[in-house]
């Protein structure tokens, strides 16, 4: 099997399976609240399914108090993740001190589960209708769409006119007025993204990733990655292990 091919077939893999698989159980928390801060609507199933998972500690005998325990806990690094992504300090706080002050209202674990599958939908919402752009053409939707689910293969503005079938320098222009970037910088920060999610979430080595991501080598792909974050792939990866994302 040639490199484009296993690149392919690991890299859909990785798109098909990045909401599903189970992870070192920090990572696996910490992902429903990565999930809220890009607006990501599945942050609402992955939180509803790690609240029944039992992943969260034991921390009251009585299992109301041991909800209503877990529930401060997760609203309270849902309202950080949420400022970290934009939202207003004082909207989010007074957010969580308004669901906090319903927390008083349950009376079962029950009523506990129910707030915060309704706290990480607002907190989501929130997230998602701040990324909200003016509505881009067909054109560079499909573009978009394209490259989200080709990053393992090259991609040329030739390869992107001829499937949304237009001028390569008229697409090049459209795309740039409407995102305010150019297709090849789309292209790369897409890529970027990719592999700080394989780097959280995985275990694929460097050379690994820059294969999956179309990268001529592990050299290539570092230096774009480095200029990208400012780390290189060992160094982020070593970041998270030290905040104990990464299981040693």
Same mark, same amino acid.
């Given at each position: ?61 009585? =299992? ?6 877990? /529930? ?8 950080? /993740? ?13 957010? +969580? ?9 349950? &009376? ?13 939908? /607002? ?76 780097? &959280? ?17 592990? +050299?290539? /792909?570092?230096?774009?990655? &480095?200029?990208? +974050? ?8 070593? &970041? ?6 990464? =299981?040693?």
């Amino acid at each position: 099997m040639s490199v484009v091919d296993e690149a392919k077939l690991r890299y859909l893999d990785f798109l098909s399976r990045e909401d599903r698989v189970r992870h070192h159980r920090y990572v696996e928390e910490m992902k429903q609240y990565d999930m809220m801060r890009s607006g990501d609507i599945n942050a609402i199933s992955e939180s509803a399914k790690l609240w029944d998972s039992g992943l969260y500690g034991h921390l009251s005998d009585d =299992p109301l108090k041991n909800a209503k325990y877990r /529930f401060v806990t997760t609203i309270t690094l849902a309202t950080r /993740f949420a400022i970290e992504g934009g939202m207003d300090e004082e909207d989010a706080y007074n957010a +969580s001190d308004l669901y906090i002050q319903d927390l008083d209202n349950c &009376k079962t674990p029950e009523d506990v589960r129910r707030l915060h599958t309704d706290m990480m939908t /607002f907190f989501t919402w929130a997230m998602a209708d701040m990324q909200k752009t003016d509505t881009h053409s067909k054109a560079v939707n499909e573009c978009m769409d394209y490259i989200h689910y080709h990053l393992h293969e090259k991609i040329t503005v030739a390869i992107l006119a001829q499937h949304v079938h237009l001028n390569p320098t008229y697409l090049s222009e459209l795309f740039a007025r409407e995102t305010g970037t150019s297709l090849s910088q789309y292209i790369t920060d897409k890529r970027m993204e990719a592999a700080e999610n394989m780097l &959280k979430y995985s275990e694929y080595s460097f050379n690994e990733i820059a294969q999956i991501l179309a990268y001529r080598s592990q +050299s290539h /792909f570092s230096k774009v990655f &480095k200029k990208h +974050s400012g780390m290189t792939p060992g160094e982020y990866r070593a &970041k998270y292990s030290q905040n104990g994302i990464w =299981p040693e």
